[in-house]
């Protein structure tokens, strides 16, 4: 058992913040918060408390969108939308991980990376590559971390040198989730990359496998205007782009996280809420592919589950704090341009976003409420805080000015996880 | 003179950088630029040469809109629109700058962080205060930055704790003009809040002072719909937002940066050209106020001149390479959510106008042409440099996931600028 002692800030609901100004999280063997007090109960009056002072203490973030295999690519070749982008900049990227040295330079620098900003738990597109995949696994095992890694499926429209066969595609996942079986907190997605990458037969075996080994599921949804024209034709049959995921078994049939949705309405909107499925929020990524805004508020209102991205290297960054700076701008920028019909998000909904819903597709992840897991970040943030800020305050001060440099300490499931090595 | 070597990088004209791998610049005594370089001239052949290496050397961001006495609300307080939030946040903080003791605590952090993100020249808004103004242009001058101060005239719809008579507003604009009289580097411009805060006899006499003395001119337009919808009601006899200005001779009559200028358009848009107004491009600021996305792209169109602010602190840092960053993002918003009319911003258009067009505004500066004030920041990029990107790729890195670590060097007017002392 451990008990740390600071000013702890979480969001059990969207809509407020619970702060303990000097509060406590006891938190169990197991890595699983016990519970958060105001004052520490009699029971525990003989124990160690590690005191963090006046640091603020707060859930890790978690990103459900994020491209290992584009690290390079992380702040330039941002001038084209998203299809010329692909085949411009991404693919030939991509093709490069068939390189286990590669893989293992860059794949380092990402786990770095996403440790850096304090990201803790990720849903991660690989490449078509099995041993770079598993080794992703294996970095992300060693350094402490959790999440998910998809072995992606291209089988069409994408160059030859990177593309797999259907067996490929279900054997490779087959690969990681048995490479991943024993690492606690690593688990094999089902990773079409998305419908214009995936033949019919390609979307069916990939369905099938996701249903059943009961995996989770991972793709993009709606992200640009061209995207959806395409799918449109690429699936006469489907009345939407989500459809066409139904219609193959990977929308909701088992967890799924659908990427973008910047243009999701309808029909397609209906889908996600009955079926569950996520949307994750990339705004980032939308603003600098001019995708799009997605409509945020609309989600929450109608029931659909919302998590954010970091997308890189589409988005420029690994910060999720900083998606939760651009998750507040662009609803903003969607309730003016739109005639203000639909509220902007508060920021404790936004952080809500980052760290429980985001977290509850790991399982209980994301807040401190008793059972959840203890991913946690320290800031110590006194060179933000000259003026006697209201905690709360501090943390809006954090998110828009602060950066890796106040973050002095992240745990993931109750360990300590110093930085992981990369190599020079 | 000077000579310096480096990754140079410049934008002489807004269509692309001009790039000397590893090439040299000649600053001259009067801290100007003789020339740039690819290879040194036999002239200089016996002269020292300061190397930075593989290091990136660029000119200096410049900030044309900054409120320096909302500093301590950077990053909070950004729940409510432009009107609303004036009143509930922005005016009860600039009240506090009548205590000197307060504004020096205050300014000397504003100072600091400017120079600390590579801003050697801004364009800035003090408060109603001539004692805490002129405080500021000390402050700037002891650091050896540069830029305009302005004294804020504000006599109707705002507290009676922060309101100035028409005299206040004329003697404090001269006493900061006499009292900056002798700085190289700074001087007075004339400052209207916005036509909502000033009766027309202040706005008249204003106008009057700006004409009479040369002096250029700083203030607000069409940020948001409620604040041009009040300034139609206010003043009826103008045709638009802007040509309340131009009645009242702060317009174009002597240089002037109008800010936002969100919704501009038609006549308003027409009379900017006409007259030279900057429009000041504040999309940080805009996206946290919901205030809306600014037609960049019309502008450049039609020959109005823009430059960058970052608009502390509805905008939520000094950084005007995080404002070049949302340039290009919102330009793409703008792009994707208006049919793709107006094509978006390239990098070097975007960095032209935190350069050259910004810089502008204060003589010869934003460039390494030559007789340009050398001002300019040295990167070292190493940490983000690690697979051969070319030079230019660099810079964009450097923008989209830099910050002030990697500066390393600093000059305003050719002399190198040390950190600026805070008050602890």
New interface residues.
Partial sequence: MKIYRANILFTPTPEAFKVLEHGYVVVGDDGNVVDTYQTLPEQYANERVIDFGDRLLMPAMNDLHVHAPQY?N???A??L?LLPWLNAYTFPEETKYKDIGYAEKMYR?FVRDLWKMGTMRAAIFATIHPEATCLLADLLNEAGLGGMVGLVGMDRNGPDTLSNTVEEAVEGTKRVMEHTKNMPLISAIVTPRFIPSCTPEMMTALGELANEYKLPVQSHLSE?QSEIAWVAELEPESTCYGDAYLRYNMFGQTPTLMAHCCYTSGEEFELMRKNGVFAVHCPTSN???????APIRRFLSAGVPVALGSDVSAG??FSIFRVI?YT???S??K???GGHKEA?L??SEAFYLATKSGGSFFGKVGSFEPGYAFDALVVDDSD?N??N?SIQ?RL??????G?DRQLTHRFCQGKEIPAPRII?
Same sequence: chains 1, 2.
Avoid: A
């Avoid at 809006?396 to 000015?401: G, M, T, V, W």
């Fill in positions: 390079r992380l702040g330039i941002m001038d939308e620098r640009n603003c600098n592919l001019g995708s799009g805004i420029s960054g700076h507040l701008q662009m903003k920028m309730w003016v341009h902007f508060s920021l933000l000259f003026d800020y305050h809006e001060r954090y998110i828009y000015l950066d020079e």
